[in-house]
């Protein structure tokens, strides 16, 4: 994804629909990142998106790449941010991110990291990871992410969790 693909797609969602407003989702985090180095890509991304939306609403006449007059309004639907609102909330109320959860009276073991590592069976460089990055010990390509599908927090030696 780059602003030429961009603004192609744009320029062809006018040509075969007529809008004059487009409107990208914002992609929010799945099972298909990996590791650091493909939610850094997915941030990436979503700031492209985010970027090239506003240069679009503000561009001027001069500006090549966004010169045309046909489709007004680029929009950003945040589903990024709703989804990443969410996963944050779920790994404070499972106690695998040790922050206050927001507007909640929920408490959890986070007060130990020792004991927090020893209960999600992880080392210290998987403590060290981003929480959405911290995943059931279960087989396969995709293993889930625990803030983003678990309700209860696996224990050690557990293969899967119990489903949001």
Not at 133 to 145: C, N
């Given at each position: 994804i780059n602003n030429i693909t961009l603004a192609e797609t744009v320029e062809l969602a006018y040509e075969l629909f007529g809008v004059s407003t487009v409107l990208f989702i914002a992609v929010p985090f799945g099972n298909n990142v990996k590791n650091v180095e493909d939610l850094h890509q997915l941030h990436a991304t979503n700031n492209l998106l985010r970027k090239f939306a506003y240069d679009w609403n503000h561009r001027t006449k001069n500006d090549d790449l966004y010169s045309s007059n046909r489709v007004k309004y680029i929009l950003v639907q945040a589903l990024d941010h709703f989804a990443?609102?969410?996963n944050e909330w779920n790994a404070q109320y499972l106690g695998i991110l040790c922050n206050t959860p927001r507007n909640s009276?929920?408490?959890?073991?986070?007060?130990?990291?020792?004991?927090?590592?020893?209960?999600?069976?992880?080392t210290d460089k998987e403590a060290e990871e981003p929480y959405v990055?911290?995943?059931?010990?279960?087989?396969?390509?995709?293993?889930?992410?625990i803030?983003?599908?678990c309700a209860q927090k696996p224990l050690t030696g557990d293969t899967d969790c119990y489903r949001n």
């Open positions: 990443s609102d969410l009276d929920i408490t959890n073991d986070c007060n130990n990291t020792i004991i927090n590592k020893e209960i999600m069976n992880i990055l911290k995943r059931v010990k279960k087989k396969g390509q995709y293993p889930i992410s803030a983003q599908g």
